[in-house]
């Protein structure tokens, strides 16, 4: 088992920059492998990026190449995403979750194991 907790959403302008973070935690978090997804308001929750346990595998959705970043402290067992040249429709509630599954190209479906969740709102 393990517990996710997620921090470093907020208001941003268009254009700007986030960096969202998720602590894990449980006897064997650090061999998780680690993802975030997405939720937008009447929309389904959908996949954004995931890291291997090492972190020698990533994974992003096409709609987050180019702009974000994944990346994990195994030391701190906590992912990192950052996020670049944000756009308003990147506005939503970003997940946390654990393990990714199933990953290939642009897509990874989601684990057993969830964060709250921390709000993004990114204004035109």
């Known amino acids: 088992q393990v517990h996710l907790v997620e921090s470093g959403g907020g208001l941003v302008q268009a254009g700007g920059s986030l960096r969202l973070s998720c602590a894990a935690s449980?006897?064997?978090?650090?061999?998780?492998?680690l993802g975030w997804f997405r939720q937008a308001p009447g929309a389904e929750r959908e996949f954004v990026a995931a890291?291997?346990?090492?972190?020698?595998?990533?994974y992003y959705a096409d709609s987050a190449k180019g702009r974000f970043t994944i990346s994990r402290d195994n030391a701190k067992i906590t992912v990192y995403l950052q996020m670049n040249s944000l756009k308003p429709e990147d506005t939503a509630v970003y997940y946390c979750?654990?393990?990714?599954?199933?990953?290939?190209?642009?897509?990874?479906?989601?684990?057993?194991?969830w964060g709250q969740g921390t709000q993004v709102t990114v204004s035109s």
């Open positions: 979750n654990a393990p990714p599954n199933g990953c290939s190209g642009s897509v990874c479906y989601s684990g057993l194991y």
């Open positions: 890291i291997s346990w090492n972190g020698n595998n990533t």
């Open positions: 449980g006897p064997i978090a650090s061999a998780y492998h």
